[in-house]
């Protein structure tokens, strides 16, 4: 067995950003008769795909001089619900920075204690449309406007987000193919921001001459999908999914509007059922934007060429669920317990 050892963080936490492991999901992709590789995100410091983003968005915030380490309490500013604040509270405590963070008081008690662990300010607001105010994010902004020595990063719209992915995943993905003698036929991911998914569906499709299939994967109760397939902002219906779906095309999912080929709509039973499959199958524990990125990525290899590589995104693990995604009661209260195949109902161990 040979093992790799990875090149030293010199420079602290966010040298071990990225760099993830792109791994074969082998009993899925040996069903399909096609490749299904799983970019394992959740080895991240901060526990999710999210880290690139939150580093890349950071920089273009020293870089544009909103914030100045030399000068008192610099301070990150996020409207988030979850993983882009982690990332940022991990970032920010790396440099002596602080961080507020603002998200809908719907969010569990563990992510909440989870950011104050790391130092940060955690304001939990009643949910309300972007349109208001109140909303949290305008929360966010309206914040760091008062503070001097404060950015708000503003994660939906910031370009510095899907460029994260254009320069550090994307190339990853193809590196890693390619030193396997491997093409990447398509590409597919679920969109919160839309960073992910731009920042690879660009480089991916440059860099393989338009040869790269790709396709957002989108939840019940998000536009995206509608979006594509027939230029209306129809949604329906809601996701146990946390972080993905989207009312609007945000600046960050725009760039890549132009160039996809498709669009996959994937239900919450395939989604939930993909999540047991992959703790099951390939001993992956991962959350559900993931078992919805690998149940998408088998639908869109189903209609590519045997012997194609498709590529998604294992977005975060499954701890941060698993209190309802293994809870017996949320998936009646959910209406996912019937979609549960028989043989994989052993892991529902919660009541
Ligand atoms: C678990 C999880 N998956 C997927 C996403 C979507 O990523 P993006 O915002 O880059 O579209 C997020 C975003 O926060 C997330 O937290």
């Excluded at 008062?146 to 990063?153: M, S």
């Amino acid at each position: 067995m040979s093992l790799k050892f990875p090149v030293l963080a010199s420079k602290g936490l966010t040298d071990a950003i990225g760099n993830t492991p792109l791994i074969r999901l082998h009993k899925l992709s040996n069903e399909l008769g096609r490749n299904i590789w799983g970019k394992s995100e959740f080895q991240n410091p901060g526990g999710s795909v999210k880290d690139r983003a939150a580093l890349y968005l950071v920089k273009d915030a020293e870089e544009r001089g909103l914030i100045d380490p030399a000068k008192p309490n610099p301070t990150i500013v996020e409207g988030s619900a979850g993983n882009t604040a982690i990332g940022l509270a991990h970032i920010a405590r790396a440099r002596g920075y602080k961080s507020i963070f603002y998200m809908p008081n719907t969010q569990s008690i563990t992510k909440v204690n989870l950011l104050k662990f790391l130092g940060a300010e955690v304001y939990p607001v009643p949910p309300c449309p972007v349109s208001d105010p109140l909303n949290y994010n305008n929360q966010a902004r309206d914040h760091a406007a008062k503070l001097d020595n404060a950015a708000w990063t503003n994660q939906f719209d910031n370009q510095a987000n899907w460029k994260a992915h254009y320069y550090t995943t994307g190339p990853e993905i193809l590196a890693q193919l390619q030193e396997h003698g491997l093409d990447c036929d398509g590409f597919t991911c679920s969109t919160g921001t839309g960073g992910t998914f731009t920042g690879i569906a660009r480089y991916l499709k440059e860099k393989t001459k338009g040869q790269c299939k790709l396709a957002p994967a989108d939840p019940p109760g998000s536009v995206v999908y509608s979006y594509i397939k027939n230029g209306t902002m129809e949604r329906e219906g809601s996701s146990f999914t946390e972080g993905i779906g989207q009312g609007r095309i945000t600046d960050n999912l725009a760039p890549s509007m132009k160039i996809v080929d498709d669009a996959i709509f994937v239900p919450d039973a395939d989604s939930i059922t993909m999540v047991y499959r992959l703790l099951d199958e390939e001993g992956l524990y991962v959350g559900g934007t993931s078992g919805l990125n690998v149940a998408a990525a088998c639908m869109m290899a189903k209609n590519l060429p045997k012997g194609s590589n498709v590529v998604t995104i294992l977005c975060d693990s499954g701890h941060k669920y698993a209190d309802k995604v293994f809870s017996k009661k949320w998936l009646q209260e959910k209406n996912l317990y019937e979609a549960i195949p028989e043989h994989l109902l052993k892991y529902v161990i919660l009541k």
